[in-house]
């Protein structure tokens, strides 16, 4: 589902079998974690795959940096995949211990902290000094402004 400025809702995809994390890629298109893999959808509705298999577990909560590669919370493998824009796993970032990694995001000084949830046993694990800082969040607009709906008044 999408929030419209006008304050609608418009559903911009169903039919998934298993959908988690959501971000939005280096043209704007929205990534979601299902089933075991990262997949695109398309403004034609289409969908196609970053990739199928993110490896035991699949993946949950996830980010980008920069130059467009995802880090994808690794649940029951407890730490943080690391993926080129093409699908293809660069790095694994293991978290110390037993634990389920639900979620990543990019903070910190010049956006270079890369920062993952380690939900079980309740940790906040942060990675500093990372080679290529986050993507900064697309923010949303908000509603729509009575000049941008035709309502205001006069004076």
């Known amino acids: 589902m999408a929030l419209e400025r006008d304050g609608t ?3 911009v995809a169903s039919d998934f079998w298993y959908c988690n994390g959501i971000a939005l890629d280096l043209g ?3 990534v979601v974690v299902e089933r075991q893999g990262l997949q695109r959808l398309l403004p034609d509705g ?5 990739v199928e298999e993110l490896g035991r577990g699949g993946g949950d909560g996830f980010c980008l940096d920069v130059e467009g ?4 919370a690794s649940t029951v ?5 690391v993926l080129e824009p093409d699908g293809t796993e660069v790095d694994f970032l293991s978290i110390p211990g037993d634990g389920l990694t639900t979620n ?3 903070g910190g000084p010049e956006g270079r902290w890369l920062l993952a949830t ?3 046993p309740g940790h906040v694990v942060v990675w500093e000094s990372m080679p290529t800082p986050g993507l900064p969040l697309t923010p949303w607009p908000g ?3 009575a000049e941008e709906t035709g309502e205001a008044e006069e004076r």
């Open 118 to 120: 380690d939900a079980v």
């Open 143 to 145: 509603p729509a402004t």
């Open 69 to 72: 590669r995802f880090y994808v």
């Open 104 to 106: 990543c995001c990019f």
């Open 46 to 50: 289409g969908r196609e795959w970053v």
């Open 77 to 81: 493998e407890h730490g943080v995949r």
């Open 28 to 30: 704007g298109h929205p």
């Open 9 to 11: 809702l418009r559903v």
